[in-house]
């Protein structure tokens, strides 16, 4: 999966907004520190080949899993049918961390789309990414009092307030997208639904160790915007390179917040390739990040080949990126509007005072030159496998398949 990194005149959609977090990886040593200096030569020599063994055999445990991640998702979602006539007449106020990242501007209004066709009163409030704009709307959702409140990729520490204040007003507060499948991080919010961020991370490490045979170390740039799923990926990452690669050294974490990913990021990138000059990995943690990064790349025109990984599969990415051989060989992809139909799905369960499942099982994918052919990048539909997960979630909630 060798990335061609040659000029490219044309420049990205500019219309993609991007999402996520950019994880740089710069060379460093993989082989064990050195032995004692009583330690013989003969010692020091069995010191070397027992960590090439060990780096050997981790690289092999990397290819194996992301061999079984490539492969087409099954569904394991819920099987508790949904009364789905008592959510009609209520109202929904969804706020969203920002409505400019193609992936959270699906969740939101495909999950609204839903709740509307089944009779509910559904708004989506734009927060643009900033903590000004998550504050406004969720003082608007507390003084419209609707019967729930979601809250889409925001940290929880930061509106634990809100969540409070609105549960005591007995208003429902349901969380998504904070990282780690299980019950809300937020005190008091009765669900959440959220793609498995810490295996999102397990994959970009285990892809790392493959494709650098355990040479070299991820440098994080990550954003605070989105805290808690980009802590638990980039701890993901750590561990899982820990795991294949137990020699490779940590550097310093990076940050860049989503609303400064247009200016900042050309302008990171460009540093990071000039001040490593060695570097030849970069994962951004959210593909969007790549519209900026990329052209950044190849105006470097930099002599030796550089890898990225990433997440989200936004179709636009995967077609002008991916599938371009620009420096972009990887994407994991999260079904959005599969992850659309498990928020509406557990939304509606509060709405009619049903209890929430802890986890809708949204499935994961990695995309790469072993199964690009397998899909039409054209449809999204075909990149899941045959899996109709919104006629599954048509039959719980008692309607004929869409």
């Known amino acids: 999966m060798l990335a061609r990194t040659g ?35 003969s010692s020091a020599s069995s010191s070397a080949s027992s960590s090439s063994t060990s780096s050997g055999s981790g690289v092999q445990a990397a290819q194996a899993y992301l061999a079984k991640m490539s492969q087409p998702v099954t569904w394991s979602g819920p099987t508790t049918p949904v009364t789905i006539s008592a959510a009609k007449g209520k109202s929904v106020d969804i706020i969203n961390l920002t409505q400019e990242i193609p992936a959270l501007a699906i ?19 734009d927060a643009k990414g900033t903590a000004n ?8 959702a507390l003084a ?24 005591n007003e007995g208003i429902k507060v349901i969380t998504g997208q904070t990282g780690t499948p299980g019950p809300s991080r937020a005190k008091g919010a009765v669900a959440e639904v959220t793609f498995n961020y810490p295996e999102v991370g397990h994959i970009l490490g285990a892809w790392f160790a493959a494709q650098s045979d355990c040479t070299g170390y991820p440098q994080i740039i990550t954003s605070t915007s989105s805290r808690q799923p980009s802590a638990a990926e980039v701890a993901a990452i750590q561990s899982a390179i820990s795991e294949y690669c137990p020699n490779a050294k940590p550097i310093p974490v990076q940050n860049v917040l989503i609303p400064n990913w247009p200016t900042q990021l050309p302008t990171l990138t460009r540093s990071d390739l000039t001040a490593q000059p060695n570097l030849r990995y970069i994962i951004p943690l959210y593909d969007g990040m790549t519209i900026y990064m990329v052209p950044a790349i190849e105006q470097a ?24 051989h620009t420096a972009l060989v990887a994407d994991i992809g999260g079904p959005n509007h599969w992850y659309a139909y498990a928020l509406a799905d557990e939304i509606f369960r509060v709405l009619a005072g049903q209890k929430p499942v802890l986890s809708e099982n949204v499935p994961l994918r990695l995309f790469d030159s072993s199964n690009l052919s397998q899909i039409n990048l054209n449809d999204t539909a075909t990149w899941y496998a045959s899996v109709n997960y919104a006629c599954n979630y048509d039959k719980l909630w008692g309607k004929a398949c869409s």
């Open 133 to 140: 704009g998550i504050t406004t709307c969720m003082q608007q």
């Open 144 to 167: 419209q009092h609707p019967d729930v409140i979601v809250a889409l990729a925001l940290d929880t520490k930061f509106i634990q307030n809100y969540v409070t204040q609105a549960t």
């Open 107 to 125: 969740w939101a209004n495909t999950a609204q789309a839903q709740l509307t066709a089944a009779g509910v009163h559904a708004t989506v409030c």
């Open 301 to 324: 025109n930099i002599s030796h080949p550089l890898q990225m990984a990433s997440f989200n599969a936004t179709p636009v990415v995967m077609q002008t990126e991916v599938a371009k």
């Open 7 to 41: 000029r490219r005149t044309s420049r990205r959609a500019a219309a993609i907004a991007a999402l996520g977090v950019v994880l740089t990886l710069a060379a460093c040593s993989s082989t064990s520190s050195s032995t004692k200096a009583a330690n013989t030569s």
